[in-house]
């Protein structure tokens, strides 16, 4: 079945520095490759998202790769702040037919030490 | 617009009550999503949705029911409650598949 597995599972960077998080998928059909933030207590919000004919995607200090062949994308997020410190989870869908499941990763809780 | 608008926000529960969770939103989307939390943990679902009329399981969908009768409410139900059901349950709903998902704020529940 479909499966998205994320790394690490907790990051601490110091606050400028760059962070990077990782996810493979299972499901070669999968087309469709998000980003969500969960702020402690809140919901999760999408923060960048990605399609798969597209490499890579920038929007300020985050951008998200695609790696197609590998099945694997990344969320690298630059000169991190302290308001950047959330629970990251990526997660994998597809718009081909068949199951419509929107599966996520486990996780990565990023720490940016001010 | 409410966005996606979960209830109650908390519940406590026994062990073999029912219950269920309500699940509306606004926006006139089609997919809708039913994800649990467990502390320090990801998101797992439970059942989805592609329209009116039509659910289907998700990862984890044991000891859950869902129907969904109209575009606007996916209900979850919860029959005879298990501590292991210990949770906060997400809702979630999307204009189409594959694209940005909203949620709900969330219901925390807890199993006694």
């Known amino acids: 079945g479909e499966n998205v597995e994320q790394h690490p599972s907790t990051l601490s960077v110091q606050e400028g520095d760059s962070a990077v998080i990782k996810c493979t998928y299972s499901?070669?059909?999968?087309?469709?490759f998000p980003w969500y933030k969960q702020e402690l207590g809140k919901r999760p919000q999408l923060i960048i998202d990605i399609r798969s004919n597209v490499g890579e995607k920038k929007d300020q200090r985050i951008a998200v790769t695609l790696n197609k062949t590998a099945k694997h994308f990344s969320l690298h997020i630059t000169e991190t702040q302290p308001e950047d410190s959330a629970v990251y989870f990526c997660a994998a869908s597809r718009t081909t037919s068949g199951t419509y499941k929107y599966i996520f990763g486990t996780g990565t809780r990023l720490k940016v030490l001010a | 617009n409410a966005g996606v608008t979960q209830t109650p926000k908390f519940r406590i529960l026994k062990i073999g009550q029912s219950m269920t969770l309500q699940c509306a939103q606004d926006m006139n989307h089609n997919y809708m999503y039913w994800y649990r939390q467990d502390p320090g943990m990801g998101l797992k679902l439970i059942y989805y949705s592609v329209g009116a009329g039509i659910t289907d399981k998700g990862e984890v969908p044991n000891g859950y029911n869902v129907s969904r009768s109209t575009t606007e409410d996916f209900p979850l139900r919860l029959e005879l409650a298990a501590p292991s059901q210990t949770s906060v349950y997400f809702c979630a709903s999307s204009p189409d598949r594959a694209r940005e998902l909203f949620f709900g704020e969330g219901s925390r529940l807890t199993v006694l």
């Open positions: 499901d070669s059909a999968s087309n469709y």
